[in-house]
């Protein structure tokens, strides 16, 4: 997968010690010339041994440097799963135990022991060419500015205060001479100012401390801009694709409910002639055009059943389909929760009768309304307690609890049924899914009950859960959202 | 001898005439139209005694149609002649809730003013004890 170009903290980081690196090989020839031009042009007497073993420490350092900036580089790319080399370790390691930005330990580390070793150079260099005679003390200027871009506030005063201190240290090992002192000559003399090379010296240091500012402030700035540039553009890239998103989901909507529109569409085109069907087989079956031999009687009320059966189908799958098309708000009307009970009670009550199954309500004075989709509120019921009957063995109960909590209106409806296997109960809302235990005991079964009683709570905000002991009952929980206010008038 | 007439409005042809059977086996008078303007019609031509009325002839609404034209003609017959609706169970409740308000607009929390259901696929024996309450019930008054 594509990585965003956006550099992460880290990454930035490493790209900027690599920008550090090459600065110092800048300075590096910077020492060089000016070396050169001081002792060769100027004739000024500095202790070039000395000052060209400083150079070359300072060379054969940015070497190192470049061989663990490079380590480090390929361990931060992205897929990279390779720890930095070994020899970034162990000088990481030796020279600094410090973890100072979390975000890039290892590279910060990095940052701070190169900006300390810097500064120490610079400390060395000064002492032998002048010490704080030497206008070039003001470079300790640029370390700091690239500290200050490159650490943490924190360590960027820890190095300031690391600059001053070495440079104080010479200074006055100087005075107290403690440390010899290698003049720079004619710089320190009074009337300097008339002195040509005091002046050229001066406005060279000047001229590179002007031309260097430019140089480091509008790398920084340049580099502030391009990421800004990525910014915008990461994020315009990510609002077109969050777009892409809602078009795709939009379209899966969409399939959806094409989808259940048509299977509605093939049911309710089966449901009619399939009922003409079954009635015209009863009303064979009840005699009425005559009596029939035993074996057509027979085969017409085999074909009589599975009519019924498919009748009973048809019936499912509009009501599941009715139930996840979903409806418009406006077309959820108050429902009083009474009369729903009592509807499904009546409905229910001949079955539960003919099964010698004892059916029973238990719910508050007053249950108030719901607003909803009445009909398919009270097929979730019915479902339960049509459920509750079929696989009850005689004798048995089927218990109807309706009671609100604070937020929700929770229908329970709980049977001392053949019960549902473990391994089944996770798949109990599935369509067309049936347990092992309820074919056994009802081998006609359509295994969309439970899928309807889901899509009708889903579809009021609600939802559905079992809990069921094999052999022993189970108990099935619809909770319903309430609205804030429970009132007697229709909610507009 | 004619317990009554029943008129059956539903444009399926065959579940019409299975009912005919039904219904004549029990001694009633058998009308039958297939759609709502022959069922108008035939409401005033026979004047039967009670009409069995399919909810989605063919489309959803028109048996709701049927029910709203017949109780606002005029006469004191037509606002009273039951009516049994032939429907699916998961339908009664809808019903109530989508009654003309008279200018082909429905409202909620009325009833449709219909006697009686019968559920699809009908069970002959229901039906007719379902057409003999509703029929005794109204003589009575």
């Known amino acids: ?24 090989w800048i300075a590096v020839i910077g020492v060089v010339c000016t070396l050169e031009a001081a002792h060769r042009v100027l004739g000024i007497l500095l202790p070039l041994g000395s000052l060209y073993g400083v150079t070359a420490v300072l060379a054969v350092y940015n070497l190192v440097l470049t061989v663990v900036a490079k380590q480090l580089q390929r361990a931060q790319r992205p897929g990279s799963d390779r720890p930095p080399g070994a020899v970034s370790h162990a000088v990481l390691r030796v020279l600094w135990g410090m973890q100072l930005d979390r975000e890039a330990p290892e590279a910060a580390a990095l940052a701070n022991i190169q900006i300390s070793i810097d500064l120490f150079l610079l400390a060395v260099l000064l002492h032998f060419s002048g010490g704080i005679e030497n206008p070039f003390i003001i470079f300790f200027i640029f370390h700091i500015i690239i500290a200050s871009i490159l650490l943490s506030p924190r360590a960027t005063y820890v190095q300031a205060t690391l600059g001053f201190v070495l440079i104080s240290a010479v200074s006055f090992a100087e005075c107290f001479g403690v440390l010899e002192h290698y003049p720079l000559g004619a710089m320190w003399t009074p009337d300097g100012y008339r002195n040509p090379i005091v002046v050229g010296v001066e406005l060279f240091v000047l001229g590179t401390t002007l031309y260097l500012s430019v140089y480091m402030g509008t790398t920084i700035a340049s580099q502030l801009r391009r990421r800004e540039r990525q910014i915008a553009l990461l994020s315009r890239d990510l609002a077109e694709k969050a777009g892409n998103l809602e078009v795709a989901y939009r379209k899966v909507r969409q399939t959806e409910r094409t989808k259940s529109q048509y299977m509605r569409k093939v049911a309710h085109e089966l449901r009619g002639p399939l009922g003409t069907i079954k009635t015209a087989l009863r009303v064979v079956l009840d005699g009425l055009v005559g009596e029939l031999p035993e074996r057509s ?7 009589e059943r599975r009519a019924g059966e498919l009748a009973e189908l048809t019936r499912d799958l509009l009501a599941l389909s009715r139930a996840r098309e979903g409806r418009a708000a406006t077309e959820m009307v108050p429902v009083k929760l009474d009369e729903l009970v009592r509807a499904v009670y ?3 009550s001949p079955a539960a009768d003919q099964a010698g ?9 007053d249950l108030g309304e719901l607003r909803g989709d009445p009909a ?12 509750g009957i079929r696989y009850t063995p005689r004798g048995g109960t089927v218990e109807v609890r309706v ?3 604070a937020h929700y209106l929770r229908f329970e409806v ?9 391994e089944d109960i996770p798949r109990v809302f599935d369509d067309f899914f049936r347990s092992t235990s309820a074919r056994e005991r009802v081998p006609e079964g359509t295994g969309l009950g439970l899928s309807i009683v889901k899509a009708v709570a889903q579809q009021h905000g609600g939802s559905v859960s079992v809990e069921s002991e094999l052999g022993r009952g189970t108990r099935f929980a619809v909770d319903l959202p309430l609205p804030i206010t429970v009132s007697a008038e229709p909610q507009t | 001898m004619s317990s009554g007439k029943v008129l059956t409005v539903d444009d399926d042809r065959d579940l019409v005439e299975t009912l005919r059977i039904v219904l004549e086996s029990r001694g009633y008078e058998v009308a039958a139209a297939h759609d709502s303007e022959t069922g108008l019609q035939k409401v005033r031509s026979e004047r039967p005694d009670l009409i069995l009325l399919d909810v989605m002839m063919p489309s959803a609404t028109e048996g709701f149609h049927f029910v709203w034209k017949l109780r606002n003609l005029e006469g004191e017959y037509f606002r009273a002649v039951p009516v049994i609706m032939l429907t699916a169970i998961h339908q009664r409740t809808e019903l ?17 003013p219909v006697q009686d259901f019968v559920d699809k696929p009908v069970d002959p024996k229901n039906l007719v004890m379902r057409v003999e309450k509703v029929l005794s019930a109204s003589r009575r008054t």
């Open chain 1, 414 to 422: 709980e049977d001392t049924g053949v019960g549902i296997p473990g």
């Open chain 1, 403 to 405: 009671r609100h909590t």
């Open chain 1, 346 to 348: 009546e409905e229910m």
């Open chain 1, 297 to 303: 009687r027979d085969l017409i009320s085999r074909a």
């Open chain 1, 1 to 24: 997968m594509e990585r965003p170009s956006i550099l992460p903290a880290a990454a930035e980081l490493a790209e900027h010690i690599g920008w550090l690196i090459r600065l110092r």
């Open chain 1, 376 to 387: 398919g509120l009270q097929q979730l019921l019915s479902n339960l307690v049509s459920n």
């Open chain 2, 96 to 112: 109530r809730f989508y009654p003309d308000s008279g200018d082909g607009t429905y409202k909620a929390g009325e009833y449709l």
């Open chain 1, 357 to 365: 199954v004892e059916l029973s309500v238990k719910s508050a004075a």
